[in-house]
């Protein structure tokens, strides 16, 4: 799943930002990121993967209520990172979490920290059954539902299935969208208060 999730994300704004123009390295650089975030927080997210002939083609991270945000990555994941990413993107990546972090609510929450569909197979319905999966997890109940996006193809993507815009900020001149689906204030417009700046068979989800 972590490398199809580093393909997935490959050419978002704040990646081509972060990592330069390189989609290789961009990949690579990708890669040893998600492998800090998410294989240390195994235990304490909820993942699931789609497959296609028993390959892997898409997948989610996201954590309950009670966890705001993926877990500190251990100190040998943030070597790992550093060695394939360097200071400098470390850094910055750093900045865009604590931004970002700003504009999380406090109310209780499930937080999708990343969701993504190899290139060669989106736009084939794909992110759709992955987040039909995500609901099917959190349930009927009122927690509501909360992720972050530099992608503007994505925000609509979220938006066209019962997501509100609940804050947009700019970091490093890259504007990134906050979402929300089931807050209890989720029809407010709180953007201006908080911007900074300007047919395939498929295996169903699965651990």
């Known amino acids: 799943m972590l490398d199809v999730l580093a393909r997935a994300f490959r050419d978002n704004p704040m990646n081509i930002e972060i990592?330069?123009?390189?989609?290789?390295?961009?990949?690579?650089?990708?890669?040893?990121?998600?492998?800090?975030?998410?294989?240390?927080?195994?235990?304490?997210?909820?993942?699931?993967?789609?497959?296609?002939?028993?390959?892997?083609?898409?997948?989610?991270?996201?954590?309950?209520?009670?966890?705001r945000g993926l877990p500190r990555p251990s100190l040998s994941r943030q070597i790992g990172c550093f060695w394939h990413q360097g200071a400098r993107a470390m850094l910055r990546w750093g900045e865009v979490s604590r931004g970002l972090a700003r504009s999380r609510p406090d109310l209780a929450h499930w937080y999708l920290a990343v969701l993504g569909v190899d290139p060669e197979y989106q736009g084939r319905g794909l992110g759709g059954r992955l987040l039909e999966a995500l609901f099917k997890l959190v349930g009927g109940g009122p927690t509501p539902l909360y992720l972050e996006s530099d992608r503007p193809e994505s925000v609509r993507f979220y938006r066209g299935r019962g997501f509100e815009k609940r804050a947009e900020r700019v970091v490093h001149g890259v504007s990134c969208w906050c979402l929300g689906r089931g807050f209890p204030d989720e029809r407010v417009d709180l953007c201006d208060s908080v911007r900074l700046a300007r047919p395939l068979e498929l295996d169903p989800p699965t651990e």
């Open 19 to 67: 990592h330069g123009p390189n989609p290789n390295r961009r990949v690579r650089a990708n890669r040893a990121g998600l492998c800090a975030l998410v294989l240390d927080s195994q235990n304490k997210a909820a993942v699931r993967v789609i497959k296609h002939e028993n390959q892997v083609v898409g997948g989610f991270v996201a954590t309950p209520p009670g966890h």
